[in-house]
Nanobody, 125 residues
Framework: QVQLVESGGGVVQAGGALRLSCAAA????????MGWVRQAPGKEREVVAA????????YYADSVKGRFTISRDNAKNTVYLQMNSLKPEDTAVYYC??????????????????WGQGTQVTVSS
């Protein structure tokens, strides 16, 4: 069992930047692959970025490639999502998620085992 708590969301103007953090408790983040999943009204749930337990492999949705960067600091049990060049369509609740490494499919928003409560990101135009 792992508990995940997101922070760093807020309101930002288009073109701006924001960094989300995900702090883990109860179980070390190093035991899991990690992902950031967003949910916006009227849109499907989307994995925007994911990273392997070692940090050696990453995945990005086409919609965020070149703009978002996922990273992890296993020593701090923390995962980050740096979001640059934000667009209004990035507006969503962003969830931190953890998945067992063995059967990890980074692009699958329903393939993660543990979820945080989410943090709201609003990008104004």
């Amino acid at each position: 069992q792992v508990q995940l708590v997101e922070s760093g969301g807020g309101v930002v103007q288009a073109g701006g930047a924001l960094r989300l953090s995900c702090a883990a408790a109860g179980r070390t983040v190093s035991s899991y692959a990690m992902g950031w999943v967003r949910q916006a009204p009227g849109k499907e749930r989307e994995v925007v970025a994911a990273i392997s337990w070692s940090g050696g492999s990453t995945y990005y949705a086409d919609s965020v490639k070149g703009r978002f960067t996922i990273s992890r600091d296993n020593a701090k049990n923390t995962v980050y999502l740096q979001m640059n060049s934000l667009k209004p369509e990035d507006t969503a609740v962003y969830y931190c998620a953890a998945a067992a490494v063995g059967s990890w499919m980074p692009h699958d928003p329903y393939g993660y085992d543990y979820w945080g409560q989410g943090t709201q990101v609003t990008v104004s135009s």
